[in-house]
């Protein structure tokens, strides 16, 4: 059974970075894809970006492009999510999903790790 576990959430202020790690156990795909979805309260989730085993591409939402990078650990089986320049409106619960393209439907999900941008 795929695990996915988020890390690295936390409080910091506009302007400021954070970096989130997911670990991903228990997969047997030769090819996958694995990235970040948020919510924030009130709104629907949103796709960040994600990461395709296969062709190592990575896609970004346009809010983000510039800002963060996607990456992977390939030995750890772990990816992170470097953010810089956060915004307020970021303010979310973030999510790591792996399947195999970049959407939420039938997708494994991780439990969440909580980012508050705020001063």
């Known amino acids: 059974q795929v695990q996915l576990v988020e890390s690295g959430g936390g409080f910091v202020q506009p302007g400021g970075s954070l970096r989130l790690s997911c670990a991903a156990f228990?997969?047997?795909?030769?090819?996958?894809?694995i990235g970040w979805f948020r919510q924030a309260p009130g709104n629907e989730r949103e796709r960040v970006s994600c990461?395709?085993?296969?062709?190592?591409?990575?896609l970004y939402s346009d809010s983000v492009k510039g800002r963060f990078t996607i990456s992977r650990e390939k030995a750890e089986n772990k990816v992170y999510l470097q953010m810089n320049s956060l915004k307020t409106e970021e303010t979310a619960v973030y999510y790591c999903?792996?399947?195999?393209?970049?959407?939420?439907?039938?997708?494994?999900w991780g439990q969440g790790t909580q980012v508050t941008v705020s001063s």
């Open positions: 999903i792996m399947n195999v393209d970049c959407y939420p439907y039938e997708a494994h």
């Open positions: 228990g997969f047997t795909y030769d090819a996958y894809v």
């Open positions: 990461f395709s085993s296969g062709d190592e591409s990575t």
